[in-house]
């Protein structure tokens, strides 16, 4: 789903990405991810989800937290690289030091 445009996903996709925003947007604002909530969200994007789809992402988000049963949003297919302080610090240094100090 996520290598294809938004326009391209068919009906049962569609719902199920709206449902997955909404579930983003409640938790990322702290707030209780419900059958209640989740509706209210697309209703105020005016959206629409199945009843049962709705149902079941609530039942499963009560016990577990969005980002463990979504991942997180913006993360891409891996993850990304990181660097250690120490290497930060390195590569602040080098783009920082004057660029005539090896003459």
Same mark, same amino acid.
């Given at each position: 789903?996520?290598?294809?445009?938004?326009?391209?996903?068919?009906?049962?996709?569609?719902?199920?990405?709206?449902?997955?925003?909404?579930?983003?947007?409640?938790?990322?604002?702290?707030?209780?991810?419900?059958?209640?909530?989740?509706?209210?969200?697309?209703?105020?994007?005016?959206? @629409?989800?199945?009843?049962?789809?709705?149902?079941?992402?609530?039942?499963?988000?009560? @016990?577990?937290?969005?980002?463990?049963?979504?991942?997180?949003?913006?993360? *891409?297919? *891996?993850?990304?690289?990181?660097? @250690?302080? @120490?290497?930060?610090?390195?590569?602040?240094?080098?783009?920082?030091?004057?660029?005539?100090?090896?003459?």
């Amino acid at each position: 789903m996520a290598s294809k445009p938004a326009n391209q996903l068919n009906a049962a996709e569609k719902e199920q990405l709206a449902v997955s925003y909404a579930a983003f947007v409640l938790s990322g604002q702290g707030a209780q991810v419900t059958a209640d909530s989740i509706n209210n969200v697309l209703k105020a994007a005016n959206l @629409t989800a199945s009843q049962g789809l709705v149902k079941a992402f609530a039942k499963t988000l009560a @016990t577990r937290s969005v980002s463990d049963f979504l991942g997180s949003v913006g993360g *891409g297919s *891996g993850s990304a690289p990181t660097e @250690t302080k @120490t290497e930060a610090k390195e590569d602040k240094k080098a783009k920082e030091a004057p660029k005539d100090a090896g003459k």
